[in-house]
C-alpha cells in the first residue's frame, strides 16, 4: 500500500531519502545474461548529477552508483552479467546540509509536499523534504539505464524545449547540440538565451518552470495494450509520478483540441517495403493504447522550484501564520535535471512494456534478451 513500486514485469522499488545515508533501488524482473557494469549506469547518472553548473543546486553528490545484488561474472566470457534475480543498486549520500533547514522545521513549505505529508502521516522529514525530495529521482536513473539495455534498439533522448514562457525554435532542433549546452536544449539560440533569462531568475533568488520532450525512436508497432494497459496512459502516469511535474501530454496531446479531424489524423500511405507509412504523426507514436512504430513522443511540464530565498506565507504546524524563505542549495529550474529523469521513466515503461508483450505474443525478431556485443 506504499506505492514506491512501478511496472509490471519489470518492476522498480525505490528507497532511501534525501538527507538519508543512501538512496537506491530495487530492478525485479530484469531478464539474465544482459552484460551490465556500474559504468553503464553511471553514465546515465552524471547527465542529472547535481553541482556540475551554476543553473543547478550546488549540492555536491559523487552519485557513485554501487551494483549489490543481481549480478555474476561469467568466467567464459569475462563479462558481468544480469542473473535474473533482483538487482540492488544503491546510492550514498554524501553531502547533506540538515541544518539549513534547521529554522523551518515547524512551517509548511508553500508548494512543498510539507503540509500534505504531516496530513497523510502524522510526521515528515523536513531535512529537504525525505521522501517527496527529488533526490529521489536519481533512483530512477540508475533503474532506467538497465531498462535501456533490455530494450537497447530503442533510442530514448529528452530534450528541454520551454524554459519559463520562452519556447524553443523547433526549426533549429539539433539532438547533438543537446549534449552541448547545461540545459539539454536542442535549440543553440534559445540556450544562449536560457543561460542570461536563468541567471537573472537566480540571482533575484526566485525560479521558473520548463518543459521537457522526451522522444523514444525505433520501438516497434504492437507494445501496449488497449483500455488499462495502455502505453499512453503508462507513460503519462510515469511521468507524472515525478517530483514537480504538473502536466503530461503524447503527441499533439493538448494543442489537438484546435486542430480539426482532417488536420489531426495521421494518413497512410503504403512505404517502399510493402508496410503502412504514416505522413505525420500527431498520435505521438500511440493509438489506441497500443504503439503504431513511428517515434514515441511525450512532454511533461515541471513547475518553479518552490524552495525560494523570496518571503512567502504560510502557517505552522502549531496553525499560526508566518513567513518562510527557503535557504540552502536549490534548482532555480528544476526541469534541467528533470530532461535525464523523464528519460529514465519513459525507458522504464517500455521495458515493461516490451516484456509484457513478448509474454503474451512471443518474442520478435531481432529482440533477443542477451547482450552479446
Known amino acids: 500500500m506504499s506505492h514506491n513500486t512501478i511496472g509490471h514485469l519489470f ?15 530495487v530492478i525485479d524482473g530484469c531478464p539474465p545474461r544482459i552484460a551490465l557494469e556500474a559504468a ?17 543546486t ?19 566470457s569475462g563479462r558481468q552479467v544480469t542473473t535474473g534475480t533482483p538487482i540492488t543498486l544503491l546510492i550514498e549520500n ?23 505529508y504531516d496530513q497523510k502521516y502524522g510526521v515528515r522529514d523536513h531535512r529537504g523534504g525525505g521522501r517527496s525530495s527529488a533526490r529521489e529521482t536519481a533512483a530512477r536513473v540508475a533503474a ?14 529528452g530534450a528541454l524545449v520551454q524554459m519559463g514562457p520562452h519556447k524553443i525554435d523547433r526549426a533549429n532542433w539539433d539532438w547533438d547540440e543537446a549534449l552541448r549546452n547545461p540545459f539539454f536544449c536542442p535549440d543553440a539560440t534559445a540556450a544562449a538565451f536560457f543561460e542570461d533569462y536563468l541567471d537573472g531568475v537566480r540571482k533575484a533568488g526566485s525560479s521558473i518552470g520548463a518543459v521537457i520532450e522526451i522522444v523514444a525512436e525505433n520501438a516497434p508497432a504492437g507494445w501496449g495494450a488497449p483500455l488499462y494497459g495502455k502505453l499512453d496512459s503508462e507513460l503519462a502516469s510515469a511521468l507524472m509520478s515525478i517530483n514537480a511535474v504538473k502536466g503530461v501530454e503524447i503527441g ?12 489531426n489524423a495521421d494518413e497512410m ?21 497500443i504503439s503504431t512504430g513511428q517515434p ?25 501564520e508566518t513567513e518562510i524563505a527557503t535557504k540552502g542549495r536549490h534548482d532555480p529550474c528544476v526541469g534541467i535535471r528533470a530532461v535525464p529523469v523523464g528519460e529514465a521513466m519513459v525507458a522504464c515503461v517500455l521495458a515493461d512494456q516490451f516484456l509484457r508483450h513478448r509474454g503474451q505474443i512471443g518474442a520478435e525478431p531481432g529482440w533477443p534478451f542477451t547482450d552479446k556485443t
Open 11 to 25: 518492476r522498480v522499488t525505490t528507497f532511501g531519502e534525501s538527507h538519508g545515508p543512501a538512496i537506491g533501488c
Open 296 to 320: 514515441i513522443v511525450a512532454r511533461f511540464a515541471v513547475k518553479p522550484t518552490s524552495s525560494i530565498l523570496q518571503p512567502r506565507r504560510t502557517v505552522d504546524r502549531a496553525g499560526a
Open 252 to 263: 499533439e496531446g493538448f494543442a489537438a483540441a484546435a486542430l480539426s479531424g482532417e488536420e
Open 269 to 289: 500511405r503504403l512505404g517502399r517495403d510493402g508496410a503502412p507509412l504514416f505522413l505525420s504523426n500527431h498520435a505521438g507514436g500511440v493509438l489506441g493504447g
Open 94 to 116: 554524501t553531502d547533506q546540509r540538515s541544518k539549513d533547514y534547521a529554522a523551518i522545521k515547524d512551517a509548511y513549505r508553500p508548494g512543498h509536499a510539507d503540509f500534505t
Open 40 to 56: 553503464d549506469i553511471q553514465a546515465f547518472l552524471e547527465k542529472r548529477r547535481p553541482g556540475l553548473t551554476r543553473f543547478t
Open 58 to 76: 550546488q549540492r555536491q553528490e559523487a552519485d557513485e552508483v554501487k551494483i549489490l545484488s543481481g549480478v555474476f561474472r561469467d568466467d567464459a
Open 144 to 157: 532506467g539505464a538497465v531498462a535501456r539495455k533490455i530494450i537497447r534498439p530503442v533510442h530514448v533522448r
